[in-house]
């Protein structure tokens, strides 16, 4: 079974400065994928970043990157020089890959002070 | 845009009723998945399709059930309804080239019942 924990239901942050949000995961497959999608008050699901279990490099996508540390089964996500348009719920999700189903985390709301 | 598409975007209806939700995928992705995102059980994974075959079912309740068609748009069927059933339910589509490392979600469809 697979599994997502995101610690933090909300955070502030101020504008132009970094975030990290926190994601833990656990499972017994021995290669995975995580995902990342952020979910603006509209509602939609907007992808963000993705990392594999065997890539060695962490993913970066502009303003996100992802850090990956697979002996502590972490994939923080970090966003970048924030901006009010980052406000939104973030979640985590791990799944074998994008072919298969998802397992999502609880979300950490995000805000972001001007 | 994601080239997801779903309708209805809003649904209101009553306990008992009957209502079917539609889902195109994105041209040539051959999975679609159904996810419920509700206030008290978060984003579940509820079924996955791939051409026109079910491939992994999640918590789905007997009430639900699913299809994909030969055209590969999937409709999700949601029955006796209960106010619990209240949610947003996205469609989520993957699968065109290889190594896409997303699933690609639709704007959802929101259902209300009273």
């Known amino acids: 079974a697979q599994k997502i924990t995101q610690t933090q239901p909300g955070m502030f942050v101020q504008e132009k400065e970094a975030v990290t949000l926190d994601c833990t995961y656990d499972t017994s497959d021995q290669s995975y994928g995580l995902f990342w999608y952020k979910q603006p008050s509209s509602g939609e699901m907007i992808f963000l970043i993705y990392q594999g279990s065997y890539d060695e490099q962490n993913a970066t996508e502009g303003r996100y990157s992802l850090n990956f540390q697979k002996a502590r089964k972490s994939a923080n996500l970090v966003i970048s020089a924030s901006q009010l348009g980052d406000s939104a719920m973030y979640f985590c999700?791990?799944?074998?890959?994008?072919?298969?189903?998802?397992?999502f985390g609880s979300g950490t709301r995000l805000l972001v002070r001007p | 845009d994601s080239g997801v598409t779903q309708t209805p975007k809003h649904l209101i209806t009553a306990t008992g009723q009957r209502v079917t939700l539609r889902c195109s995928p994105r041209s040539g992705d051959l999975s679609v998945y159904w996810y419920q995102q509700s206030l008290d059980q978060g984003l579940q994974f509820l079924i996955q399709?791939?051409?026109?075959?079910?491939?992994a079912k999640g918590n789905i309740l007997e009430r639900f059930s699913a299809q994909q068609f030969p055209d590969l748009h999937s409709e999700l069927n949601l029955s006796s309804l209960e106010l619990g059933d209240s949610a947003l339910y996205f469609c989520?589509?993957?699968?065109?080239?290889?190594?896409?490392?997303?699933?690609?979600f639709g704007p959802g469809t929101r259902l209300t019942v009273l």
């Open positions: 989520a589509s993957s699968g065109r080239l290889a190594g896409d490392n997303e699933q690609f």
């Open positions: 399709y791939y051409n026109g075959e079910e491939r």
């Open positions: 999700a791990i799944g074998r890959d994008s072919s298969y189903k998802l397992i």
